[in-house]
């Protein structure tokens, strides 16, 4: 492993070798590649089975009911949200600042932005019980003159999910079209041909286009980092806009922020170490990488588990006796495993990240990933159920019972998630050729001794 390591830093990776091992990966599939579309099709559609089954015998099928009426699509909702944050913050925020390190895994991570709002977009619909009336959430004029009431901050989710949606996909898009012109000028079949004729948009590489590639990606990326900020602090708002015991706190939409890029790079991390061993990308992901990433992720822990602490202390400092009463709750009452389970995920867990070797061995870091993961679903966990479970009168106070249909949804969106995923690596270049391009040493003409 060790000389493994000197050798790529001794032979830096070259231009034509970035580019064959990038469109290699997108060579016919393999039969493990199918295999992991069936697996990712299965779950989808066993999510879609237990949705169907929901609206036909109704909402009594999950497990909503007073006073928790906010369960586990909320809870997923929020979560899916926080993982598409990190694709924002590494592909536009990064790239203002000109960080190196966010080139070979920043493609990746916008995919999984666009998906993961995908994803996160199904479940206030499901939540809503009607689908096929989800249509009023939008502000339109209708026969009624009625309109969305604009002072809900669920009407606030609309328009920040369209938007950071939009925004984020046109970023994605437009990042993509210099390389799937590469994979155009290589494709073999007519089918790919064809597909990357049109998706390229007549991309030549010529001077004139690449002045107006890189004025528009530089566009994107500022109207796409205030977005990192706001769409998450919107949906913090969704809690601390109510006068709920737990949720009503100006702490939240930093304290969302931090958590939405914590998990973010967790999921980032958990997809690029298969997909680098898979695929052979040692000369193009190295450990600098990961060890930059890992750093995001102790900063981002620390800040979270800032966050914790505040909320105690400012539950305590208020002299409130419900919000005392609430973060006792927490951690010593009927949701205590979840609520321990998400301090040692988000706060304890992390901590190994200061030790080098840690940051760089990609065992650990895979594990640690899905624990960061883990505890980031417990947090807004706790956020949602317990607060609920316990606010002001002890008449009206209740427990939780899961449901196999919320299971259902909750296994059938990460089969979903992980569909899209599946198939853009097969068929776009998931690793920017040309940006990692820039960061590599030109090649120079060697020197012509004169004797």
Same mark, same amino acid.
């Given at each position: 492993?060790?000389?493994?390591?000197?050798?790529?830093?001794?032979?830096?990776?070259?231009?034509?070798?970035?580019?064959?091992?990038?469109?290699?990966?997108?060579?016919?599939?393999?039969?493990g590649?199918?295999?992991?579309?069936?697996?990712?099709?299965?779950?989808?559609?066993?999510?879609?089975?237990?949705?169907?089954?929901?609206?036909?015998?109704?909402?009594?099928?999950?497990?909503?009911?007073?006073?928790?009426?906010?369960?586990?699509?909320?809870?997923?909702?929020?979560?899916?949200?926080?993982?598409?944050?990190?694709?924002?913050?590494?592909?536009?925020?990064l790239y203002?600042?000109?960080?190196?390190?966010?080139?070979p895994?920043?493609?990746?991570?916008? #995919? %999984?932005?666009?998906?993961?709002?995908?994803? !996160?977009?199904? /479940? $206030?619909?499901?939540? =809503?019980?009607?689908?096929? +009336?989800?249509?009023?959430?939008?502000?339109?004029?209708?026969?009624?003159?009625?309109?969305?009431?604009?002072?809900?901050?669920?009407?606030w989710?609309?328009?920040?999910?369209?938007?950071?949606?939009?925004?984020?996909?046109?970023f994605?898009?437009?990042?993509?079209?210099?390389?799937?012109?590469?994979?155009?000028?290589k494709?073999?079949s007519?089918?790919?041909?064809?597909?990357?004729?049109?998706?390229?948009?007549?991309?030549?590489?010529?001077?004139?286009?690449?002045?107006?590639?890189?004025?528009?990606?530089?566009?994107?990326?500022?109207?796409?980092?205030?977005?990192v900020?706001?769409?998450?602090?919107?949906?913090?708002?969704?809690? #601390? %806009?109510?006068?709920?015991?737990?949720?009503? !706190?100006?702490? /939240? $939409?930093?304290?969302? =922020?931090?958590?939405?890029? +914590?998990?973010?790079?967790?999921?980032?991390?958990?997809?690029?170490?298969?997909?680098?061993?898979?695929?052979?990308?040692?000369?193009?992901?190295?450990?600098?990488?990961?060890?930059?990433?890992?750093?995001?992720i102790?900063?981002?822990?620390?800040?979270?588990?800032?966050?914790?602490?505040?909320?105690?202390?400012?539950?305590?400092?208020?002299?409130?006796?419900?919000?005392?009463?609430?973060?006792?709750?927490?951690?010593?009452?009927?949701?205590?495993?979840?609520?321990?389970?998400?301090?040692f995920?988000?706060?304890?867990?992390?901590?190994?990240?200061?030790?080098?070797p840690?940051?760089t061995?990609?065992?650990?870091?895979?594990?640690?990933?899905?624990?960061?993961?883990?505890?980031?679903?417990?947090?807004? /966990?706790?956020?949602?159920?317990?607060?609920?479970?316990?606010?002001?009168?002890?008449?009206?106070?209740?427990?939780?019972?899961?449901?196999?249909?919320?299971i259902?949804l909750?296994?059938?969106?990460?089969?979903?998630?992980?569909?899209?995923?599946?198939?853009?690596?097969?068929?776009?270049?998931?690793i920017?050729?040309?940006?990692?391009?820039?960061?590599?040493?030109?090649?120079?003409?060697?020197?012509?001794?004169?004797?």
């Amino acid at each position: 492993m060790a000389e493994n390591k000197q050798n790529i830093e001794n032979n830096p990776v070259t231009y034509s070798e970035v580019t064959e091992t990038v469109l290699n990966m997108l060579h016919k599939p393999s039969f493990g590649w199918y295999i992991q579309l069936a697996i990712c099709i299965s779950l989808a559609i066993l999510g879609g089975v237990c949705w169907s089954f929901q609206i036909r015998h109704g909402m009594g099928m999950s497990g909503l009911s007073h006073p928790i009426m906010w369960g586990v699509y909320i809870t997923n909702f929020v979560f899916w949200v926080g993982i598409a944050h990190s694709g924002t913050l590494i592909s536009a925020v990064l790239y203002l600042f000109r960080a190196k390190f966010r080139q070979p895994i920043y493609r990746l991570a916008e #995919a %999984m932005t666009v998906f993961a709002v995908m994803t !996160a977009g199904l /479940f $206030p619909i499901i939540h =809503v019980g009607r689908p096929w +009336f989800a249509y009023w959430l939008m502000p339109y004029p209708n026969e009624r003159a009625l309109w969305p009431n604009f002072k809900s901050p669920l009407l606030w989710d609309v328009f920040a999910i369209s938007t950071y949606f939009s925004v984020s996909t046109m970023f994605f898009i437009v990042g993509l079209i210099p390389d799937i012109a590469s994979a155009r000028d290589k494709a073999v079949s007519k089918f790919r041909k064809i597909l990357y004729s049109i998706t390229s948009l007549g991309w030549k590489g010529n001077h004139k286009q690449y002045k107006h590639y890189t004025a528009a990606y530089l566009l994107f990326a500022a109207l796409a980092t205030p977005l990192v900020i706001s769409v998450h602090s919107v949906v913090s708002w969704d809690f #601390a %806009m109510s006068i709920v015991p737990g949720w009503h !706190a100006t702490i /939240f $939409p930093p304290y969302f =922020v931090a958590g939405a890029i +914590f998990s973010g790079v967790a999921m980032v991390i958990t997809l690029v170490i298969p997909l680098r061993k898979i695929f052979k990308l040692e000369r193009i992901i190295t450990d600098t990488h990961f060890d930059a990433m890992c750093k995001l992720i102790l900063l981002t822990s620390g800040i979270v588990t800032y966050a914790y602490a505040t909320e105690f202390y400012v539950a305590w400092f208020s002299n409130n006796s419900f919000e005392r009463f609430q973060f006792w709750f927490r951690p010593f009452g009927d949701f205590q495993l979840a609520f321990w389970g998400m301090t040692f995920c988000n706060c304890m867990a992390p901590l190994i990240l200061w030790y080098k070797p840690f940051r760089t061995n990609l065992v650990v870091l895979f594990i640690m990933s899905i624990i960061i993961n883990i505890g980031m679903w417990l947090e807004r /966990f706790n956020i949602i159920f317990t607060s609920l479970a316990r606010e002001y009168s002890p008449a009206a106070w209740g427990g939780y019972n899961f449901s196999w249909v919320e299971i259902g949804l909750t296994i059938g969106a990460f089969g979903w998630f992980g569909m899209w995923m599946t198939l853009f690596i097969k068929f776009f270049p998931a690793i920017a050729i040309m940006e990692v391009k820039e960061v590599i040493e030109p090649p120079r003409r060697k020197e012509i001794e004169h004797h």
